[in-house]
């Protein structure tokens, strides 16, 4: 199975400031995706990490909030900008590989608190 | 011990055979269980609640082991169109913060 990897794996930050999550995934996985979990909500897609190139943004999620890279294949950053309460979730980054039928996988998350 | 734990997988079944595979919970307060099928890049979608006395959806079982802490979900004739992760979600905190804990996924692949 393909290994996904995240840091940090939780934090508390003030409101205003910015927080910045690595994801790191094993070379299977194709397509990386980075999603959100609300407190006691279902996981809500954020957007595409597109290799090289701007990520491809849900409805609702803009770049200016949440910008992230991936400078290659296997590494992506998504960071929360001028972080507000209503950003505390979890973040998770996730990868989906070509092999079998998009077989998907998510990382372990990233708990994030904003007071 | 993770809250949530699934085997990942992948399973690898022929078209039409039948599969299992089970998920493991920590917190024995949990109170409300389900599977959910997670397609690449979409959002998980909600399968099937499981209730304490099992339930069944078409070609699809869901069962509930307090006991022994876990649920399992069971797929008859499963076609190729069943090839997903399937996530173990539990509410294990009667509708406070963080309710909804889901599992890494169990990989399905339904061969031709």
């Known amino acids: 199975s393909a290994v996904i990897s995240q840091k940090p794996s939780r934090d508390i930050c003030q409101r205003g400031t910015s927080l910045t999550i690595q994801c790191q995934v094993d070379s299977q996985v194709t397509m990386m995706f980075w999603y959100r979990q609300q407190p006691g909500q279902s996981l809500t897609l954020i957007a595409t990490?597109?290799?090289?190139?701007?990520?491809?943004?849900e409805s609702g999620f803009v770049i200016d909030k949440f910008p992230i890279s991936r400078p290659n294949l296997t590494f992506s950053t998504l960071t929360v900008s001028n972080m507000s309460p209503e950003d505390s979730s979890i973040y998770l980054c996730?990868?989906?590989?070509?092999?079998?039928?998009?077989?998907?996988?998510f990382g372990p998350g990233t708990r994030l608190t904003v007071l | 011990r993770k809250e949530v734990e699934q085997d990942p997988g992948p399973f690898n079944v022929p078209e039409g055979a039948t599969v299992a595979f089970n998920c493991t919970y920590s917190n024995s307060a949990s109170q409300s269980f389900f599977w959910y099928r997670q397609d690449c890049r979409k959002e998980p979608k909600l399968l099937m609640s499981v209730y304490s006395s099992g339930n069944e959806d078409g070609r699809f079982t869901a069962q509930l082991n307090r006991a022994s802490q876990y649920i399992s979900l069971l797929i008859r004739d499963s076609k190729l169109s069943d090839s997903a992760t399937y996530l173990c979600v539990v509410n294990h905190s009667g509708g406070g913060a963080d309710g909804l804990t889901f599992g890494k996924g169990t990989h399905l692949i339904i061969q031709p």
């Open positions: 990490a597109n290799q090289g190139s701007e990520a491809t943004y």
């Open positions: 996730s990868g989906c590989t070509t092999w079998g039928r998009d077989t998907q996988y």
